[in-house]
């Protein structure tokens, strides 16, 4: 059974950085290149949204408009974990954050959409303060 555990938020001041880990289990990044890891996010009343992308086929990247230049996504396959490192944080980062597994992929740009996505981790909280 796939599982994905979420870990490294917390409590941050503005400008600050976090790195939040993926570490995924019941499939192998190594033996298995047709996934795609994608990190959302969620303010509590407001819709998920979605992050940054991870291609498990070549390790192509996206990331929404919003972290651009400041997200950085990456994977270590030794671990079978997925990286978001987070610098020149803000308040408006705050949410929780969520890695998400798309199965149904088959290489490209990882799709953003949530319906993709079949597997879910249980959240981080990241709190970014002013």
């Known amino acids: 059974e796939v599982q994905l555990v979420e870990s490294g938020g917390g409590l941050v001041q503005a400008g600050g950085s976090l790195r939040l880990a993926c570490a995924a289990s019941?499939?192998?990044?190594?033996?298995?290149?047709?996934?795609?890891i994608g990190w959302f996010r969620q303010v509590p009343g407001k819709e998920r949204e979605g992050v940054s992308w991870?291609?498990?086929?070549?390790?192509?990247?996206t990331y929404a408009d919003s972290v651009k230049g400041r997200f950085t996504i990456s994977s270590d396959n030794a671990k079978n974990t997925v990286y978001l490192q987070m610098n020149s944080l803000k308040p408006e980062d705050t949410a929780i954050y969520y890695c998400?597994?798309?199965?149904?992929?088959?290489?490209?740009?990882?799709?953003?959409?949530?319906?993709?996505?079949?597997?879910w981790g249980q959240g981080t909280q990241v709190t970014v303060s002013s």
């Open positions: 998400a597994a798309d199965f149904n992929f088959w290489g490209g740009t990882p799709s953003p959409l949530q319906p993709e996505y079949d597997y």
């Open positions: 991870i291609s498990g086929f070549d390790g192509t990247t």
């Open positions: 019941g499939f192998t990044f190594d033996e298995y290149a047709d996934y795609a």
